[in-house]
């Protein structure tokens, strides 16, 4: 059976582009293969993230992140769920992996390009990046990796890792692979520009825990397909956002009154976006009020959190054990 390891950033409120790409298939892999899969809020990557990261605030979007996740429907009884920094053997095995990593491998990763051009002074954390995420996966010798697109170069790092690692101290890691979850799409911001991200501010994103009437005032001044200048005017709803949208979260009958009457005019872009709001809310909603149950109990979360931590460690003090062992360190 694989073992499934993937981590999810704390850096911001979960949006709709997490769900789809993310969340909504780790319940599914869970449900397939229950304690091999194995998922964590990665807290101790949010700091390379300089825009994005107040330490004022971590501590709570970790815990939001975790009922987020909880809320979709992740459930730690099936799986493994933690917090990255409650299991040290991580930034250990990370340092294990730095002094074997290339500079040069580092300095050609995109992410790492595309930030470190926008910032005046680069810390040295934006550059490892990478690393701490191949210790994170091979701490548990995963193997199977669900991923975006933008992250499929630093799991080619991670396997050159595994690589370099079996080569210098004998077989130890597998090399895992990237998995792009098939239905997993690259969904468009608010912005029609690029997917979406919360890097880009909350203005272009769709929190799946946002309150409905703040989606509906995103949704209402959305751009929409540029060729209906009036409400008489036909579209294409495959060159809409808002028919983007639909294909998320309509069911069919619904999708064919929008094709239709967006190709026919007859309906208008905000009727459309009425109906999109309905299929959204019929969503987020049950997921809204799981979430609010879980915040007014948060020692039901932390306790999850808690065991998920004994549990990852289980796996992952051994596994570090023997790549100390391996690496020539004295054992006591």
């Known amino acids: 059976m694989p073992r499934v390891f993937s981590g999810i950033q704390p850096t911001g409120d979960p949006h709709i582009g997490n769900y789809f790409g993310a969340m909504k298939n780790y319940v599914k892999l869970g449900d397939q293969l229950g304690k091999n899969s194995i998922y964590c809020v990665v807290d101790l990557h949010a700091p390379t993230n300089p825009s994005a990261y107040d330490p004022k605030f971590l501590a709570q979007r970790t815990f939001e992140m975790a009922v987020a996740n909880m809320a979709a429907g992740l459930d730690p009884e099936k799986v493994i769920f933690f917090v990255q920094s409650h299991v040290p053997e991580h930034t ?6 730095t002094v074997i990593t290339p500079v040069g491998e580092l300095e050609r990763m995109t992410q790492y390009k595309d930030k470190a ?4 002074s680069t810390p040295a954390g934006l550059l490892m990046y990478p690393v701490l995420q191949a210790a994170d996966i091979l701490l548990y010798k995963a193997d199977t990796v669900p991923v975006g697109e933008d992250q499929v170069q630093h799991i080619e790092l991670t396997r050159e890792i595994a690589r370099k690692f079996n080569h210098a101290f004998g077989d130890m890691f597998p090399e895992p692979k990237a998995v792009l979850e098939k239905d997993a799409l690259r ?3 608010l912005d029609g520009s690029g997917k979406m991200s919360k ?5 272009t994103t769709i929190g799946i825990l ?8 995103k949704l209402r001044v959305a751009p929409t397909d540029p060729a209906r200048v009036r409400r008489t005017d036909p579209g294409d709803p495959d060159k809409c956002l808002i028919g983007d949208y639909h294909k998320l979260f309509s069911d069919l009958p619904t999708l064919e009154t929008v094709y239709t009457g967006c190709r026919t ?6 009727d459309c976006k009425k109906l999109l709001l309905g299929s959204m809310t019929q969503e987020l909603a049950p997921i809204q009020e799981r979430a609010a149950a879980l915040r007014a109990d948060p020692d039901f979360v932390r ?3 808690v065991q998920g931590a004994k549990e990852a460690r289980a796996i992952a003090q051994p596994v570090f054990e023997e790549a100390r062992e391996k690496v020539g360190f004295l054992k006591l």
Do not use: H, M, R
């Open 117 to 120: 051009g926008k910032l005046e």
């Open 303 to 305: 306790d999850a959190l």
């Open 265 to 270: 005019a007859g309906i208008g872009c905000v």
């Open 92 to 97: 250990q095995l990370a340092w294990l992996f």
């Open 187 to 189: 969904i468009p911001g």
């Open 199 to 203: 890097s880009k501010g909350e203005a």
């Open 210 to 217: 946002e309150p409905l009437d703040s989606i509906w005032q």
